[in-house]
DNA sequence: AATGAATGAGTGTTCATTCAT
DNA sequence: CATGAATGAACACTCATTCAT
């Protein structure tokens, strides 16, 4: 019955911020990553958001549509605030190479940083094709059009090979990375996620193959 | 209250298969791929199941424990037969590299051939950590040794990198595949997800960077 | 839905007793008794009765309406045979004392002799008042119709005081008995019911105060 | 599935009593009695107790525990009261004999006042062995032990024959009294009940037997 | 007669959402 | 803005009963 389209929190900002506090709002949110993060969407309650953060019930709706909503301003508020992050921090690089490497840092540093948020991102958000397919030609597609752009870019500037397809190589890039997410979440062992960057990139820049000139030259790629 | 474990569909098989018929067993799994396909495992009723099945609800329950039961049966018979037809495809093939080409070309062909079963495995498989990690530790990780025991063969084979993590790269290998399936499910085009395998590997195996054997070309990746 | 009434095994007597068997309606009804015993009648499932008798669900069908019709058969039966057995012992003795004293010892040996069925008899046959009203405007007055005229006989005998309601006396000895019973069913001791029949009897009979001429007279009855 | 236990009423008051009115709490005990007096407990819905009370079914599960807290709610605290009126009726009265009289007397005169609340108690108490063990080893036993406290007293004030067993007298006592209301709920004459406490307890004190004096000296007791 | 797979009506319980205070 | 008692729609699961074999 509950859909996810629509809702968008900047319809109704009650109170961005009441006194010095950091405002109920992101209370609220933080408390349902805490709470998805635990028990999953599906299997939290509304009443026990309301509990974590310390609201009552009704409260919840004074500041989220409704369920869906608290789930859908998670992962648009996040992900929102990452890509303004990353395009901050890569602007200044002039390497498109660079950039991408500091892609991978950043990306793999924010969730390795917050294992709860990593879960909703990694696990909550692939509730039913239906919010997927709203959010991926939404925000996500933000975030992977910017990493193909670095791409293109790379490819213009000579570092990166012109003859792969940009858009596979991003997904190629973009799923790497999620996977090592995805397989950190699940081994809850204490290895910094963030120490997977550089022999992911390593992989990803220079392939599992020795490079020809090894030898002399490469025959048969593929 | 949902419990995902123990329960194996061969602990009850009431009826075999009746006749030439491919079985309730299978017809019922069957309607329940279909279904949790296009409304999620969450928005889906098993009354939804058994009508797509064309069987009374009660049906159901005789072939399976509970709702939580069709999903991880879907999950365990079909990678089931899969791994065991990796297996087999990959036996003969004597190159390492061969093999990994193989791997995926399965990988992408089977989801490739059935959107249905590719919804199930990329978004429904996610429904909690809990049911992640029950299931990651179990039939998952049994296709990702299968992986990696073929990279580490490459590698010693010489036709790898040796400095490499297998572990790492078997992760990216899989995760690369895994967006290019979830990916090709949300963009509902009529391009064969098949069609991928090549250019994938291709940046798998060689990488982002042009070889060095472009000796004056590119001095300088990373 | 059920309803109690009609029923009556009597219309259907599909077998009285296959080869030189007990016949599978004493044994599935013997099932019954057992079963309910264990879980009560509205926990208790026909397919338990039929798997305790060792025959198909179906085949309860073939000897019984209905699952009420097993409890309400079992309550009828059992009963008729007892009240043909109180008639048969208590006719060759002359005094109505001597019969109101077998009656009571008749009574607390055939329920303390088979602890389920006692169970049967005191807890499970009120399971509404519909039943009841039914039962007990039946089978179960023609018992107390049974022990109402012994009093009677007594009383014009001279045993029995002239000077109390028949009526009510029946049903003090009944209670009384009736108490027993579900007192040595709950309180799972092993001291046997029927032990109990000469200290209720002389209660019944003599009362709780001391006789008026007790002062020298009645030193211990009984 | 069922569990008596634990659950007690006092453990969530979410509401205390609003205003002055009865409190939903016991507006919804009273439907309760009302709904499982007419059909039996078995028989009724959640739903039905919901509507006599006026209030959604989910309310039910704001005050009770499940369906079963109903009913234990109901016996324990009708007979928490009921022990407490009790014992405050017959402290005033010296001779235990008065005092044994005044039991019968409440004892009928509750049940005979509220048709309903009797039948919950003859009937729908004996739910299964399970909730008869549960509830005779703790509620219903405090009142048995009331009860052979005072004929103790009787016994030592030679008011009651030294040589009966207490224990089993108060088992008659209890159990004729029982019955009375059982039949009482089942013929369902206008006759009240409570007039049957003056034959009961003629019998119950100087038994069936005409005493050995009773030429000249007990004409007419009571 | 006997079977047991199949049926599908029936219900206790949960929980997102509302709204009077 | 906040509250949390009240609501009632929704649903997984059970089990008495049937009937083709």
């Known amino acids: 019955m509950a859909r996810l389209v629509a809702s968008r929190t900047a319809d109704k900002p009650p109170a961005p911020a009441s006194r010095g506090e950091n405002g109920k709002h992101d209370t609220i949110l933080r408390a349902a990553v805490t709470v998805f993060a635990r028990n999953g969407y599906f299997n939290s309650k509304v009443s026990d958001v309301a509990r974590e953060a310390g609201v009552a019930d009704g409260t919840v709706y004074l500041y989220f549509k409704n369920k869906d909503d608290l789930l859908f301003s998670?992962?648009?508020?996040?992900?929102?605030?990452?890509?303004?992050?990353?395009?901050?921090?890569?602007a200044p690089l002039s390497s498109p190479l660079a950039q991408l490497r500091e892609i991978a840092r950043l990306h793999l540093e924010m969730l390795g940083r917050d294992r709860d948020l990593a879960v909703v991102f990694e696990v909550e958000i692939r509730h039913s094709t239906k919010f997927m397919?709203?959010?991926?030609?939404?925000?996500?597609?933000?975030?992977?059009?910017?990493?193909?752009?670095v791409i293109e870019a790379g490819q213009r500037a000579g570092e990166f090979r012109p003859d792969i397809n940009p858009r596979i190589a991003t997904k190629v890039f973009?799923?790497?990375?999620?996977?090592?997410?995805?397989?950190?979440?699940?081994?809850?062992?204490?290895?910094p996620l963030a120490a997977a960057v550089e022999p992911v990139l390593d992989i990803l820049l220079h392939g599992f193959v020795p490079h020809p000139a090894s030898v002399a030259a490469s025959p048969t790629k593929e």
Chains 1, 2, 3, 4 share one sequence.
């Not at 991926?136 to 059009?145: G, I, P, V």
């Open 174 to 191: 973009f799923g790497a990375l999620d996977e090592m997410v995805t397989n950190w979440i699940l081994s809850r062992r204490g290895k």
């Open 133 to 149: 397919e709203e959010f991926s030609t939404k925000k996500l597609s933000e975030y992977l059009d910017l990493i193909q752009q």
């Open 74 to 90: 998670i992962i648009t508020e996040m992900l929102d605030s990452f890509i303004v992050h990353v395009r901050t921090a890569i």
